[in-house]
């Protein structure tokens, strides 16, 4: 039996706090809540309003108006409380939109990891995700795993309209966020950009990937302008190959790096970052994260162990660009409102984001 006191077992959670908002908790033990033995394979309902079908994983059924008795103003506060208990990592630089006095941009990478309408709804993970991109200043991010468009219109939505007190207080926000997504055939993939931030972007066109690369991996080609310069991304996410297949993806990607424009894969690459040399032995191109970067580690900030298989690929033009700036976020992405098991403080994605820093003008970098 739990009592609503044994919430002081909760790191950071004494009396005072806990006496904040004890009267809005309660404990039911409801009759009606027991399943007999003969009725376990079938549908069982759990108590705070969630349901699980078939020995699924719990869903809030939204019939049961208000979440475990409270009033929506008191789970409101409930949150800021875990918000301001969530501690952000301290930014040693804010990016100003800038590389030794010569404008620049940063690109960045992220597989958001199943990340769903239900997923995003809650406003730990909806403040992870907002918080961490205007932290380091990036005007692009091409994300990877996102269920449907409607994920990322809740994130700009947020980012142009914040809620949330934490997103409300960065100052250094445009507020003219958009997001593309491509959706055909179950793809994953989308791009969210800052239109009107320190550097004019505009997204010129976004379309599925060559048609030749899907047996190995999902990807969306999306056509940027940023101030006069034109730029194309290939978003991707790579399936697991066989051995006897790298060869073949090695030969598409070779294909793309030899192309005459501002050209950069990035994405999860998967297994591939296993076998490391068929992308570090491409011509005319660069890995730009150090594989050493991006290896295995575990702190207590993250609460999370997972080798980052992310990175960015650039042929020999968009190389020209490179400020030679770049890094993986391992600090601020877990919060106490994001469930961890049957504990709180987790990841709102358990893979690290990476991101490259570009001048805008290739003649800045000389």
Request: charged share 20%; glycine share 6%; net charge negative.
């Amino acid at each position: 039996m739990l009592w609503v006191d044994d919430l002081r077992k909760v790191k950071n959670i004494d009396y005072i706090r806990l006496d904040n908002f004890i009267r809005y908790l309660t404990v039911q033990d409801d009759e009606n809540d027991i399943s007999e033995p003969e009725q376990e394979h079938d549908s069982c309902n759990g108590t705070n309003g969630y349901s699980r079908m078939n020995g699924g994983p719990f869903k809030y059924s939204s019939t049961n108006g208000i979440m475990n008795g409270m009033p929506a103003s008191a789970s409101a506060d409930i949150f800021e409380l875990l918000s301001i208990y969530s501690t952000r990592p301290i930014v040693n630089e804010i990016f100003k939109y800038s590389r030794n006095e010569k404008p620049a941009i940063r690109i960045a990478s992220w597989n958001l990891d199943d990340f769903s309408i239900e997923k995003v709804s809650n406003f730990g993970v909806k403040e992870v995700v907002c918080r961490t991109l205007l932290e380091n200043g990036w005007s692009i991010v091409a994300v990877q795993n996102v269920e449907c468009d409607v994920c990322l219109k809740m994130i700009c939505d947020e980012l142009n309209k914040p809620k949330l007190h934490r997103v409300q207080e960065w100052k250094n926000n445009s507020r003219h966020w958009k997001f593309e997504t491509y959706t055909l055939l179950g793809t994953k993939l989308g791009f969210i950009y800052d239109a009107r931030g320190a550097n004019n972007i505009k997204l010129i066109s976004a379309e599925k990937g060559p048609p030749e690369l899907d047996f190995f991996c999902e990807s969306i080609l999306a056509n940027f302008e940023i101030e006069n310069t034109k730029v194309q991304i290939l978003n991707v996410i790579v399936k697991y190959q066989h051995q006897s297949n790298l060869q073949e993806v090695q030969y598409h990607f070779q294909k793309l790096m030899n192309f005459d424009t501002n050209y950069s894969i990035c994405g999860d690459f998967g297994e591939l970052m296993n076998k490391i040399e068929i992308l570090t032995d491409l011509e005319n191109s660069k890995l730009v994260l150090p594989v050493n970067l991006l290896k295995h580690h575990s702190n207590s900030t993250t609460n999370f162990a997972k080798q980052c298989t992310s990175n960015f690929l650039l042929n020999t033009k968009f190389q020209k660009y490179l400020t030679g700036m770049h890094g993986i976020v391992r600090q601020g992405l877990t919060h106490l409102a994001i469930p961890l098991g049957w504990r709180w403080g987790g990841p709102a994605s358990s893979y690290s984001p990476i991101w490259v820093e570009f001048f805008v003008n290739s003649e800045l970098n000389m």
